[in-house]
């Protein structure tokens, strides 16, 4: 796994969400990127339900990537994470007196991956509740493992196809302690897919709430 930036793409004015991924596509396709397959990554969000009187409930997020089909991702809010077989799902279940799966909080994102020379792109539709949400796009430069190195190259290529939406470094990496060799893993990619996971969610709450 190389270095990976996932991040929001806003609808584009007077289109619908499947329109605009479908304009993301067609661009990609312009640039000589190749389809290659699908994905899918997704999160169950669970309720702590043994904490201590007053204290608000930890959530565990718990999250499976295509990508990485035989692990399975279980992130506490605030941390720490772990990295855990497909039967860690077996066990939450085994585990429903100390953590309430939140069911109405699933969300889906789901979409087609493209590679172009040695970049590995993927566009994807974050649903909730059966309904779409919002865009991601996930790029990653398959050849390098240290954010630092390869950003200002990831950067011009969003700059490509996404125009004035490319993102700036993730927190994820910022957070990494320069000039020490600390690799990208697959737990960056997650906790940036949670991030927007939970952005789109608030937005969502925000909506409901004008209503």
Not at 4 to 26: F, N, Y
């Amino acid at each position: 796994m190389g270095v990976t930036c996932v991040c929001q793409v806003p609808v584009a004015e007077g289109k619908s969400v499947q329109q605009t991924v479908d304009i993301l596509h067609k661009k990609l396709e312009q640039l000589g990127a190749v389809k290659q397959g699908s994905f899918c990554v997704d999160c169950e969000t669970y309720h702590a339900t043994g904490n201590v009187s007053g204290q608000p409930s930890k959530l565990l997020y718990v999250m499976h990537n295509s990508e990485t089909p035989l692990s399975c991702m279980a992130l506490f809010e605030g941390g720490p994470c772990l990295v855990a077989d497909p039967n860690f799902d077996v066990l939450m279940v085994k585990l429903k007196s100390h953590f309430q799966n939140a069911k109405a909080h699933k969300v889906e994102c789901r979409g087609s991956r493209y590679r172009y020379c040695d970049f590995l792109i993927k566009v994807g539709t974050v649903t909730m509740s059966s309904s779409a949400r919002g865009i991601s796009v996930e790029v990653e430069y398959c050849p390098c493992v240290v954010p630092g190195d390869c950003w200002n190259l990831m950067k011009e290529f969003m700059q490509s196809f996404l125009g004035a939406s490319v993102p700036e470094l993730p927190s994820v990496f910022a957070a990494k302690p320069e000039g020490l060799f600390a690799p990208a893993d697959c737990i960056d990619t997650m906790t940036q897919y949670l991030e927007l996971f939970n952005k789109l969610r608030k937005l969502q709450i925000q909506g409901t709430n004008v209503r």
